[in-house]
T-cell receptor, first 117, second 113 residues
Framework: GAVVSQHPSRVICKSGTSVKIECRSL??????MFWYRQFPKQSLMLMAT?????????EQGVEKDKFLINHASLTLSTLTVTSAHPEDSSFYIC?????????????FGPGTRLLVL | DAKTTQPPSMDCAEGRAANLPCNHS???????VYWYRQIHSQGPQYIIH???NNETNEMASLIITEDRKSSTLILPHATLRDTAVYYC??????????????FGTGTLLAVQP
């Protein structure tokens, strides 16, 4: 299947700093990528849809100024958590959309575990 | 998008078939049924999807009822590595940014030795 990578796999940062997470589609181009967040023992929650060359679409309740998304190319989307606080500690997962019509499928990265001290 | 209902947990003996049910009684005609699974501390893995016909691939089979109100994911010979949370998701294809997946709580499948 298609391969999606994330970097870093885990990061620890101090409260108030910003953290950037990269999501790359390694063997296909993705005009659309998605960012999710998952707290312990909970399901994935969609944060935003990232579109190449345009602004991201955020889900209700997700602060766009806090979670900056940039989709600079067809293989790279970045999520920057600005002024991180302990409550932002979570598992962040991206996905990339491949194919069209019935064949359209999302492939997920391995996730980035963020711990804010 | 239509909501789905799945049992919170299931057990299965290693080597036996695992049958995971999903109810999606409010599904619309242009909505597909997708199955993903998430092994602990990893990103979700795509398994299979279908519209109205049964589908099979190297991982699993998907059986969708004729009225499309429910489906069953079948892992023919479960192994310990199949222990994971399985998500059944119904999603319409609109194209572009609106083809997002909304995850429910899924079914935790525990394969027992």
């Amino acid at each position: 299947g298609a391969v999606v990578s994330q970097h870093p796999s885990r990061v620890i940062c101090k409260s108030g700093t910003s953290v950037k997470i990269e999501c790359r589609s390694l063997d296909f181009q993705a005009t659309t990528m998605f960012w999710y967040r998952q707290f312990p023992k909970q399901s994935l929650m969609l944060m935003a849809t990232s579109n190449e060359g345009s602004k991201a679409t955020y889900e209700q309740g997700v602060e766009k100024d806090k979670f900056l998304i940039n989709h600079a190319s067809l293989t790279l989307s970045t999520l920057t958590v600005t002024s991180a606080h302990p409550e932002d500690s979570s598992f962040y997962i991206c996905s990339a959309s491949r194919g069209e019509g019935f064949q359209e499928t999302q492939y997920f990265g391995p996730g980035t575990r963020l711990l804010v001290l | 998008d239509a909501k789905t209902t799945q049992p919170p947990s299931m057990d299965c003996a290693e080597g036996r078939a695992a049958n995971l049910p999903c109810n999606h009684s409010t599904i619309s005609g242009n909505e597909y049924v997708y199955w993903y699974r998430q092994i602990h501390s990893q990103g979700p893995q795509y398994i299979i999807h279908g519209l109205k016909n049964n589908e099979t691939n190297e991982m699993a089979s998907l059986i969708i009822t004729e009225d499309r109100k429910s489906s069953t994911l079948i892992l023919p010979h479960a192994t310990l590595r199949d222990t994971a949370v399985y998500y059944c998701i119904v999603r319409a294809y609109y194209g572009g940014a609106t083809n997002k997946l909304i995850f429910g709580t899924g079914t935790l499948l525990a394969v027992q030795p």
